[in-house]
């Protein structure tokens, strides 16, 4: 073999090699962000329609999205809470009854 024809096949074997490797030399940025949305509003059953305590209403708003959940009034047809969700407050009746939210109204942001 003559000493064109490696140097010919060497370049040919070190372009080949550069195209297979291109693609893993360039870095891209990973992108792991998480968007969840907690559809929740006025006629949204907690309880599958089930009857709740006032307890059971407050754990069944923290669970759905809902933070630092406090029992506002726990007497009578309705059970009223205030929690935070995202920067926002909000006032958040519940049926006694069925667990279904009946009222819910933003009280506040957060600066």
Known sequence: MNFSKLRSS??????????????LAIAHQADAQTNI?????VGSSLNR????????????????????????DCRGRFFVYRAWRGNTRFEIAVARIDGRIVDMRRIGRRR
């Open 49 to 72: 329609g089930h009857g709740i305590s006032c307890r059971e209403g407050e754990r069944l708003l923290r669970n759905r999205g809902f933070r630092d959940v406090r029992r506002i």
């Open 10 to 23: 060497l370049a040919s074997l070190a372009l080949g090699l550069a195209v297979i490797a291109s693609p």
């Open 37 to 41: 949305n907690i559809n929740i509003g």
